[in-house]
């Protein structure tokens, strides 16, 4: 490559963050610890669509998609990764494809397998970042797991109906709660699917949204994190809410960290609720 085709590459490169560039909380060193980055996007479906599309847009230099599925037609009312021409695809390979033509300078790697505990606990010790974007209890307690021991940053998001939540489990601070401080193991659990209760396309597309917009916070180094609270969603009344979280000391999973907090505490009047 001669001096002309590398300026006309890093001009390119200029221009198509410029507008991340303009912030000074991000700015050039922001937008290369994303170019850096490597992120787990567990789950490319109604959540996982738009986190993969925002990741790939930002600029996150390696993302790893994991999902055993295959494009169907009921999918395509909410997951906006996926295409009418691509039904019958894995959906590894139809995000991947959606994202590399968003942009083409980073790396999409695709595994068309189950997310079990042995492939998690490899690709999150591999990982700086972990998007959960699964829809179901068992699985999100697998990644949770991985991502304590690992000590990487876990965004987890739900939806189902006109409902959504979220939070950032920092499992690199020891005060951070996890996953399981506040959903428990042994919390019964009725497992909810959209293809019994239905979900409203947007909502998926929210809270998809605001996982990329807190996993790119993180990855960035800037702002605040959603970190020690829970925010939830109501679509119906376009209204959102937070709980406060803390760390359990009884915790199954996490009780074994260092400097536990004293007790899960949330806000007065208030206790999350399990979308799953």
């Known amino acids: 490559m001669d001096d002309q085709e590398a ?6 490169h200029l221009l198509r963050y410029s507008r991340h560039l303009l912030l000074e909380e991000l700015d050039i060193d922001g937008q290369a610890r994303l170019g850096a980055a490597c992120v787990l996007v567990v789950g490319v479906g109604g959540l996982g669509s738009p986190v993969a599309l925002y990741l790939a847009a930002a600029g996150v230099g390696h993302i790893t998609l994991i999902d055993d599925d295959t494009v169907d037609l009921t999918n395509l009312q909410r997951q906006i990764a996926h295409t009418t021409a691509r039904v019958g695809q894995r959906k ?7 994202m590399q033509a968003i942009n083409p300078d980073i790396t999409v790697e695709t595994v068309a397998e189950r997310a079990d ?28 797991r991985a991502c304590v021991i690992h000590r990487k940053p876990l965004v987890a998001g739900a939806a189902i109906r006109f409902d959504g939540q979220l939070s950032v489990y920092d499992l690199r601070n020891d005060q951070s709660p996890c996953y399981a401080c506040v959903f428990p193991l042994d919390a019964e659990v009725e497992e909810t699917q959209c293809s019994v ?33 829970l925010l ?5 009344a376009t209204t959102f809410d937070h709980v406060k979280v803390a760390r359990d000391p009884h915790c ?6 260092k400097n536990p907090a004293l007790s899960l505490a949330l806000a007065p009047g208030a206790a999350p609720k399990n979308l799953y």
């Open 7 to 12: 300026n006309s590459g890093e001009n390119q």
């Open 92 to 98: 590894v390979d139809s995000a991947a494809a959606a």
């Open 117 to 144: 505990a042995d492939r998690l606990d490899r690709l999150i010790a591999a990982a700086d970042l972990v998007v959960d974007c699964c829809d179901n209890f068992s699985t999100r307690h697998a990644i949770n």
């Open 197 to 229: 209760l239905g979900v409203f396309a947007p909502v998926v597309g929210t809270i998809g949204t605001l996982q990329a917009h807190e996993a790119l916070k993180l990855l960035a180094g800037i702002g605040t994190s959603l970190a020690g609270r």
């Open 232 to 236: 939830m969603f109501d679509g119906l």
């Open 252 to 257: 199954a999973v996490c009780a074994d960290r």
